[in-house]
């Protein structure tokens, strides 16, 4: 289809007009509104939201009215003038269009009203001089701000962000300005009239007002009459009647006087119909200063919402409103918002002029106030007034802990600590920019007790003199189940430095022995924590132990000791006076069980360097409380699958680097026949017999007769020399008097010709087949006879045997295989990226990546070729030494003869005796085009592989036998290189051969 010429042209003119009508306007208004760029961010996030609550019809005003033409409904931004494409860009990628629910059309014609009203925006914030990223901003919510701006700008250095909610520390409270949110929260808009407001009695009529006269009686009737520019009503019945002037009461009367006089038989109910529009002017420190029209019911605070309010740096308590010139009106916005006095709230005339002055001077108060906050003083001189101007003191202050920030005389910073329960104090005079900060009280109770953890009622109980233990828990009734009676914790913050405290307590004790000694004698703000035997205690444990931490020094250790390994709940736990070994694994809710009791390891720090030093216990003969420990200890517990050297890691560390010349590291190594070899720390005259423990014990292939310690001297200073001394592992006394040096390596050797349980699996056709345990040197023949022999049904020559050391091998061969077939692949397909294969080298490289896929599902299975036939008839010559984990799988006699690979179609035959190899590849429909007929060969049912023809000089035909399978495999001429894609067909073949035959064997 032709498009006519003429349509060419009415588009560039329709163009051309849009690009006018938008650029020209734009820069006008501009031009006329220059004031617009002065206004803060505030200002203008209102504006804007001001725009975004009118209907579209005082959107149209609005844009009308700032020189702003409406623009076309254009689908697209790319029709915009260039200053404008950014911004509507903008605003299309910020604003995602959803696809309307609606019908095609309704859904059409929103999608076209949410296009048009973007647009709209983009052109309203583009002339108020709004950036590219404010239109992000405000899509989001957050307030525009430009660069060196702030939203309140004060001279008090506190924080004053608009922020509303209190901080926790009168330093940090962050405080606002008082009374200008009254302006942030309003909703109201500057293009509504106050049209639904009561008309008082004290209304002046005026040019513009409309009447509403009803008259009833001999007829109804009713006129709504204006009054004219002249003040005058033309009542049709009576005549004009002069009004402006009057107010409402006294027109009414004047009016129901003259219908009275006038007309015989009616009365009248006169009211006000729709009021005449004045014009006001709000200036000085208003948000949106200049002229308004507004209802003539408007009052000063509905001017002063109408222009956005009063910026921060505007007075809220010194407002005027002037009338010819004079103040005839005074607004303190502070009776408003503290009060509710509405008394200067004074309606508005023609011509009145609402100015609002420069701020005054302001003080801060922060803390603990009611309301606290930034504010302005008028009448306010002392501190008591400001006190009382922010709502008075909260229970929770303390006015004794107070003061004032001041800037003095010279301009310095200067704090005066204020006690204001003394009169004086609150008579202190204010300055200009003076911050008042009250604190609370303390957190702390005095004469009190608390108990925590395992109970039914936690919390704070009285204190009084003599309280104990058992009166703050006075029977098991008041524990949770399964509460730990044998270890709680007593906290006491100890006079006057408040140090922590720590004291151990038996519940089970204080509630049997009441006023005893075990029931401990209770002081003020004592703590008592009760733990459960079933849940974790390290989180109610871990804040005191971060106090106890905290008390350390130099001179002195943190009051913690640390329980690892085999307990019920290892960690960190509070040290207390006379603790016992016995007392800390009772914190840690006692040993789990099978814990070694032989070997407990204690490591101990000295002062004052800090040197550790280690020690062991056996439980078994030593009771636990008869080992006090010290502060810093680390109390070691092994279990039997522990690893010990790792548990091990941190104390061997430690005595690691404390090492030095003429101080050897304490540790010695223990290697071979134990339970546990490796590194374990020297003890202090630490005998052979220990370290045996230590390592667990031996194993039970361990050489108990001797053993051989490896020692390393220091001769004169000069060398090192390396000692072997062998000792009788047979003889105690010899090994508990055996003491161990540093860095002596002890090793215990293996019991001779011990080995662990050897077994093979014999699987098919034998009497017995099962699991047989197998001793060294044992032969496959030897483990058939134990079988019971072999069936009639056994085809010997099928037999399969696979060994697990040959998986391991045949795993390591498919990974190297598969590696380079991958890195020829790729090699390929980053050449084929720069030069064009032809269609046969794309061919060859499709062939490739199935292989690769099929060598990614072949599975090892470490097949090992044997002929089982004459194993059992010449076991000399050919019997198979038996390995752990070997696997014999003799199937019944199979009459079958596969052919497999590149045939017309792979399939299985009967076996006959007469037919050769290409007999066979005949009968499975011949071989297909990419076959390699060259090299043609045949797995043998034992696994083993030969080719038809013989050798190369000998050229006698291979006879087939049942079970063999015939691989034709792929011609790999095209597929280089050669040897590794052979290679990958044969791994194929062979793996596909041995599966079908366990796959037959398992059937």
């Known amino acids: ?168 520390s009168p330093d940090e409270q962050v405080l606002k300005l008082f009374g200008y949110e009254l302006f942030t929260q309003s909703a109201s808009s500057p293009f509504s009239l106050m049209t639904q407001l009561p008309v008082l009695s004290e209304y002046i009529l005026g040019p513009g007002d409309t009447v509403k006269i009803q008259l009833f009686g001999k007829e109804n009737l009713v006129h709504e009459l204006m009054v004219t520019r002249e003040g005058n009503i033309d009542f049709p019945e009576i005549g004009p009647i002069t009004v402006a002037g009057l107010r409402f009461d006294e027109f009414k009367a004047l009016l129901q006087d003259r219908i009275n006089k006038q007309l015989i038989g009616f009365n009248a109910s006169i009211t006000m119909g729709e009021l005449r529009s004045i014009q006001v002017f709000v200036l000085g420190e208003a948000k ?150 009250v604190f609370p009280i303390l957190e702390k109770m005095e004469n009190v007790v608390y108990v925590k953890g395992h109970v039914w009622r936690p919390g704070g109980y009285a204190w009084k003199e003599g309280i104990r233990v058992s009166d703050l828990v006075k029977s098991v009734d008041e524990l949770k189940p399964k509460a730990d009676l044998n270890y709680a914790i007593l906290k006491r913050a100890l006079p006057p430095t408040q140090e922590i405290q720590i004291l151990a307590v038996n519940l089970e004790n204080a509630l049997k022995n009441l006023g005893k000694e075990g029931d401990l004698v209770l002081m003020p703000r004592d703590e008592l924590t009760v733990f459960g035997m079933e849940e974790g205690r390290q989180d109610a444990i871990k804040p005191i132990v971060e106090e106890l931490v905290s008390q350390a020094s130099y001179q002195k250790y943190p009051a913690v000791i640390k329980i690892v390994g085999h307990v019920k709940f290892p960690g960190a736990y509070p040290f207390h006076e006379h603790m016992h070994l016995g007392g800390a694994l009772q914190a840690g809710a006692g040993l789990l069980p099978e814990a070694d009791l032989a070997y407990v390891l204690v490591y101990r720090k000295k002062e004052p360097t800090g040197y550790g030093e280690v020690f062991s216990v056996n439980l078994n003969t030593i009771q636990g409380e008869a080992i006090p420990l010290q502060p810093a200890d680390e109390i070691v517990v092994f279990g039997p699958k522990h690893n010990r050297p790792k548990l091990l890691k941190t104390v061997v560390d430690a005595l690691r680097l404390q090492a030095s010349i003429g101080e050897p590291e304490k540790i010695v190594r223990v290697t071979g026949r134990v339970r546990f070899p490796g590194e374990y720390p020297l003890e202090d005259k630490m005998s052979v017999k220990r370290l045996l423990i230590a390592a667990g014990g031996l194993t039970e292939n361990a050489f108990s007769l001797g053993a051989e310690i490896t020692r390393y001297e220091i001769i004169a200073k000069k060398s090192r020399e390396i000692q072997h001394v062998s000792i009788s592992l047979g003889n105690g ?146 019997d198979v030494k038996l390995r752990s984990g070997d696997r014999l799988f003799i199937p019944r006699f199979r009459q079958e003869v596969s052919v497999m690979g590149e045939v017309q179609v792979p399939i299985s035959h009967l076996y006959d005796a007469s037919l050769s190899t290409e007999d066979y590849i005949e009968r499975s429909g011949g071989v297909t085009v990419k076959a390699d007929e060259g090299h043609v060969y045949i797995i043998k049912a034992n696994g083993g592989m030969t080719h038809p023809a013989g050798t190369r000089w000998f050229r006698t035909e291979q006879p087939i036998a049942p079970g063999d399978t015939i691989v034709v495999p792929l011609d790999v001429d095209h597929i280089k290189p050669l040897e590794l894609w052979t290679k990958v067909t044969q791994i194929l073949y062979q793996s596909a051969v041995t599966v079908a035959a366990l796959t037959n064997l398992v059937k």
């Not at 919402?305 to 409103?321: D, F, K, Y």
């Open 1 to 168: 289809m032709q498009i006519p010429s003429r349509f060419f042209i009415w588009n560039i003119i329709f163009l051309t007009l849009v690009s006018v009508l938008w650029v020209v306007p734009s820069a006008y208004a501009k031009t006329q509104n220059p004031t617009f760029q002065n206004l803060s961010p505030e200002e203008k996030r209102q504006l804007f939201e001001q725009f975004q609550r009118l209907t579209p019809e005082q959107k149209q005003a609005a844009l009308r009215e700032q020189n702003i033409k409406e623009p076309k409904k254009e689908p697209s931004s790319k029709k915009l003038p260039d200053e404008m494409k950014s911004d509507a860009l903008a605003l299309e990628e910020e604003t995602p269009e959803e696809t309307p629910e609606e019908t095609p059309e309704e859904g059409k014609k929103n999608l076209d009203e949410m296009k048009s009203e973007r647009r709209e925006l983009s052109l309203f914030v583009k002339e108020k001089g709004v950036s590219r990223g404010a239109v992000s901003d405000l899509s989001k919510g957050k307030p525009i701000a430009q660069k060196g701006s702030a939203l309140v700008k004060t001279p008090f250095n506190v924080g004053l962000a608009p922020q509303t909610e209190m901080q926790p």
């Open 733 to 878: 006394q010899e090994m508990a008097e055996s003491y161990l040096s540093p860095h002596d390596v002890l090793h215990i050797q293996r019991l001779p010709n011990f080995s662990n349980r050897e077994y093979v699996t014999i699987e098919g056709e034998v009497q017995f087949p099962g699991e047989y345990t197998i001793s060294r040197d044992e032969t496959l023949s030897q483990i058939i006879k134990r079988a019971g022999g072999i069936t009639e049904g056994a085809y010997v020559e099928a037999a399969i045997f696979t060994r697990e050391d040959l998986i391991k091998t045949e795993a390591e061969r498919l990974k190297e295989v598969k590696a380079r077939v991958q890195s020829e692949l790729e090699a390929e397909q980053i050449q084929a990226t720069v030069n064009e294969k032809s269609e046969s080298e794309r061919a060859a490289m499709e062939e490739k990546s199935g292989l690769l896929e099929k060598l990614d599902s072949a599975v090892p299975l470490g097949r090992l070729v044997i002929d089982l036939n004459r194993a059992l008839k010449d076991p000399k010559t050919y």
């Open 288 to 437: 949106r200063p200049g002229a308004y029209t507004v209802s003539g019911l408007t009052t000063l605070t509905n001017a002063l919402l109408a222009s956005g309010g009063v910026l921060p740096t505007g007075s809220l308590r010194l407002i005027e409103l002037k009338r010819n010139g004079k103040v005839v009106q005074t607004l303190d916005l502070y009776d408003l918002l503290l009060k509710g006095d509405t008394r200067g709230d004074k309606r508005l005339l023609p011509g009145d002029v609402i100015f609002i002055p420069p701020v005054g001077k302001r003080i801060a108060v922060g803390g603990e106030v009611l309301r606290p906050a930034i504010y302005e003083l008028k009448e306010e001189k002392v501190v008591k007034e400001l006190i009382k101007l922010a709502g008075g003191f909260l229970p929770t202050s303390y006015p004794k802990s107070s003061r004032i920030e001041r800037i003095d005389a010279k301009g310095d910073r200067t704090i005066r600590d204020l006690d204001l329960t003394e009169p004086h104090n609150q008579e202190v005079r204010l300055q200009d920019g003076d911050v008042i900060r």
